[in-house]
């Protein structure tokens, strides 16, 4: 375990989390801590337990410079250490009998037809869990990145259906964001946030 994991809290992480925008090249994440950063990620929460995420984990030079005209030419997916594409699963219901296989007969049945019976004929259902779900495993893959010393950066800005056609993603899966991790070259905007009364609403509106 990194010694920045050791140390950093999660109201450090929150805080010191910042959308970084221009990353060192040549930046290398070990493996084995990539592969912490994205176990924590597959600990978010989900509906039904279903774990809607998919992370397409582009790493190769050659791979990151192929998002660049997909993502309008912005530099950190070409410089960053890593860019994850978060896709959400617009068929998670099928993974229902799997995820129940160790629950008693009548547990299973329940839940795999509850969840069949949300999903049937329910297009916008599908696509509602699935990136609502991935968004949920995004936000922990960027909190756990930074609380091991990385920086991210949340990116809706990209073509979609040019991303679906050149990483060949099958139509099974929604592209949500793409998050490059890696090392800022220079530090991330300063950012305002609404008073915390312009965001709460207490009761009733």
Same mark, same amino acid.
């Given at each position: 375990m990194s010694q920045v994991n050791q140390t950093i809290s999660a109201e450090e992480a929150i805080l010191s989390r910042h959308s970084v925008r221009k990353y060192e090249r040549d930046v290398v994440i070990p493996q084995a801590e990539l592969d912490e950063i994205l176990s924590l990620a597959h600990s978010a929460? /989900? /509906?039904w337990n279903l774990q809607h995420w998919r992370f397409l984990v582009i790493q190769e030079q050659a791979n990151k410079d192929r998002l660049l005209p997909i993502a309008f030419n912005q530099q950190q997916v070409s410089d960053a250490s890593v860019v994850v594409v978060v896709l959400g699963d617009l068929e998670a219901n099928l993974i229902a009998p799997k995820i129940y296989e160790s629950a008693t007969p009548e547990i299973r049945d329940m839940m795999v037809g509850q969840i069949n019976?949300?999903? *049937? +004929? +329910?297009p916008a259902v599908a696509r509602d869990e699935a990136i609502r779900n991935a968004s949920l495993a995004a936000m922990q893959l960027m909190l756990a990145a930074r609380a091991k010393g990385y920086d991210t950066v949340p990116m809706g800005g990209y073509n979609p259906q040019a991303l679906i056609q050149e990483f060949k993603i099958p139509a099974r899966y929604v592209p949500v964001m793409l998050l490059p991790i890696g090392k800022a070259a220079s530090p991330a905007r300063?950012? *305002?946030r609404l008073p915390l009364d312009n965001v709460v609403i207490n009761e009733s509106f």
């Open positions: 929460p /989900s /509906s019976g949300a999903y *049937e +004929n +329910n300063a950012t *305002e």
